[in-house]
């Protein structure tokens, strides 16, 4: 029996079905935050920057739940359910906050609910495949979708100023709450097993950061995930402010470029080899940055759209290509342990970094019109641009990628 045929239809069906629910619940409200408190909410650039770095909290402390909790004693689809069912309660209420303070709390506590969900569906999936090599990929591509999905429905019903996103996603939020009960079962992996706070967070993974190339590729993922932030936490703000029609449905052009590159990444390796590869990814945040500041929604919108294109290469190229040197560069008894660091620098401490860093330059360069503010996009842009090209001349002087040996056997 082949490693295909062991993943029936009714199993491959529900996973799909789940990965679409859950990157769709994130779709909805995630993109188009930064208008509704923008624009709708009058929140100021501090105050949006400090609702998006609810997600990097999340990110840190995602790993304790997950590994300290779900792993040990609960099956993952019961624990992705109950998650989940409290997520989609909890957007609502964010849904009917219009006070700052309250509203980061309450969404900070619906990132501790859903960051773990991450990991769980994850979970769920490898563990009904007899080769997760061969047929996760196939089943993660239903999240794209659902990604995208959900900002062609947003932006068709032109609700991005509004809360309507969040019950969109606090709906979903619950469907796939009840649903997960109805997923195979998928049992904790460390029953009865004691797991120490190093594990949780891959501490064991800073034995490599011994080898200079590997300590530069974290410092260089650290810091391109800060002006990464700039990127999610304002570009819908940025578009409708600008007048871009569909901005949440133009967005979506992204992860298409990404599901694109995905494609293409095994020959540009053989072509191209680690370091141009994550140096093209960076190069590509710079670009974006750049295209963003000197476009414009009439005669060079197209600018625009370049820029929202280009994160296929911007994530694929430099965050899946870090991932994969990772794995090649850490020996087999801590490669998950790399992995749970690195994501922990990059979506966990960088991102926070980047929202802390963004919201005080949105803010600078705001103007009150009537009740509304203007904001001084090309200056803003120039930030994150900056700051990306620093990260490139970091990575091309001192990075060196040492094909066929890891850090560990040098």
Same mark, same amino acid.
């Not at 120490?196 to 891959?202: E, K, S, T």
């Not at 590729?217 to 940025?238: K, M, Q």
């Not at 694929?316 to 040197?325: A, E, R």
């Given at each position: 029996?082949?490693?295909?045929?062991?993943?029936?239809?009714?199993?491959?069906?529900?996973?799909?079905?789940?990965?679409?629910?859950?990157?769709?619940?994130?779709?909805?409200?995630?993109?188009?935050?930064?208008?509704?408190?923008?624009?709708?909410?009058? +929140?100021?650039? #501090?105050?949006?920057?400090? *609702?998006?770095?609810?997600? !990097?909290?999340? $990110?840190? &402390?995602?790993?304790?739940?997950?590994?300290?909790?779900?792993?040990?004693?609960?099956?993952?689809?019961?624990?992705?359910?109950?998650?989940?069912?409290?997520?989609?309660?909890?957007?609502?209420?964010?849904?009917?906050?219009?006070?700052?303070?309250? +509203?980061?709390? #309450?969404?900070?506590?619906? *990132?501790?609910?859903?960051? !773990?969900?991450? $990991?769980? &569906?994850?979970?769920?999936?490898?563990?009904?495949?007899?080769?997760?090599?061969?047929?996760?990929?196939?089943?993660?591509?239903?999240?794209?979708?659902?990604?995208?999905?959900?900002?062609?429905?947003?932006?068709?019903?032109?609700?991005?100023?509004?809360?309507?996103?969040?019950?969109?996603?606090? *709906?979903?939020?619950?469907?796939?709450?009840?649903?997960?009960?109805?997923?195979p079962n998928t049992p904790p992996k460390s029953l009865g097993r004691k797991v120490a706070v190093r594990d949780v967070l891959g501490l064991d993974a800073l034995r490599l950061m011994k080898d200079r190339s590997f300590a530069i590729f974290v410092l260089g993922s650290l810091l391109i995930s800060i002006p990464l932030a700039f990127y999610y936490?304002?570009?819908?703000?940025?578009?409708?402010?600008?007048?871009?029609?569909?901005?949440?449905?133009?967005?979506?052009?992204?992860?298409?470029?990404?599901?694109?590159?995905?494609?293409?990444?095994?020959?540009?390796?053989?072509?191209?080899?680690?370091?141009?590869?994550?140096?093209?990814?960076?190069?590509?945040?710079?670009?974006?940055?750049?295209?963003?500041?000197?476009?414009?929604?009439?005669?060079?919108?197209?600018?625009?759209?370049?820029?929202?294109?280009?994160?296929?290469?911007?994530?694929?190229?430099?965050?899946?290509?870090?991932?994969?040197?990772?794995?090649?560069?850490?020996?087999?008894?801590?490669?998950?342990?790399?992995?749970?660091?690195?994501?922990?620098?990059?979506?966990?401490?960088?991102?926070?970094?980047?929202?802390?860093?963004?919201?005080?330059?949105?803010?600078?360069?705001?103007?009150?019109?009537?009740?509304?503010?203007?904001?001084?996009?090309?200056?803003?842009?120039?930030?994150?641009?900056?700051?990306?090209?620093?990260?490139?001349?970091?990575?091309?002087?001192?990075?060196?990628?040492?094909?066929?040996?890891?850090?560990?056997?040098?």
């Amino acid at each position: 029996m082949s490693a295909e045929s062991t993943l029936s239809t009714s199993v491959r069906v529900r996973l799909s079905a789940m990965m679409f629910l859950q990157f769709f619940i994130w779709g909805a409200w995630f993109v188009t935050m930064g208008t509704y408190l923008l624009q709708g909410l009058k +929140f100021t650039g #501090v105050e949006t920057a400090q *609702a998006y770095s609810t997600m !990097p909290w999340g $990110a840190i &402390v995602a790993p304790f739940l997950v590994g300290m909790v779900a792993d040990r004693f609960f099956s993952a689809e019961k624990v992705l359910g109950v998650m989940h069912l409290l997520g989609g309660a909890l957007l609502y209420v964010v849904s009917t906050i219009t006070d700052p303070s309250a +509203f980061f709390w #309450v969404l900070l506590i619906y *990132a501790l609910c859903y960051n !773990p969900t991450l $990991a769980l &569906v994850n979970a769920v999936s490898f563990h009904q495949m007899a080769s997760p090599a061969k047929q996760f990929p196939a089943i993660r591509v239903f999240g794209s979708l659902g990604w995208i999905t959900a900002g062609w429905i947003v932006g068709l019903l032109a609700i991005e100023d509004q809360a309507g996103p969040l019950r969109l996603a606090a *709906a979903s939020s619950a469907a796939l709450g009840i649903f997960a009960f109805f997923l195979p079962n998928t049992p904790p992996k460390s029953l009865g097993r004691k797991v120490a706070v190093r594990d949780v967070l891959g501490l064991d993974a800073l034995r490599l950061m011994k080898d200079r190339s590997f300590a530069i590729f974290v410092l260089g993922s650290l810091l391109i995930s800060i002006p990464l932030a700039f990127y999610y936490n304002f570009t819908n703000a940025f578009l409708n402010e600008m007048g871009v029609q569909n901005a949440a449905g133009k967005m979506t052009m992204g992860q298409m470029s990404e599901v694109l590159f995905m494609l293409v990444m095994p020959l540009c390796f053989v072509r191209l080899g680690v370091k141009r590869m994550l140096l093209l990814g960076m190069a590509a945040w710079a670009g974006r940055y750049i295209l963003f500041a000197y476009g414009n929604a009439e005669e060079l919108v197209f600018m625009y759209y370049i820029a929202i294109i280009l994160h296929g290469i911007c994530y694929d190229f430099f965050f899946v290509t870090g991932q994969i040197y990772v794995d090649n560069a850490a020996p087999k008894e801590i490669q998950a342990s790399a992995q749970g660091f690195i994501t922990l620098i990059t979506y966990g401490v960088g991102m926070l970094i980047g929202t802390w860093i963004s919201g005080p330059v949105v803010d600078f360069y705001a103007t009150k019109v009537g009740d509304a503010f203007v904001h001084d996009w090309t200056a803003i842009w120039m930030y994150p641009a900056t700051m990306a090209f620093v990260v490139i001349l970091l990575f091309a002087f001192f990075f060196k990628d040492q094909q066929g040996q890891t850090p560990a056997a040098s």
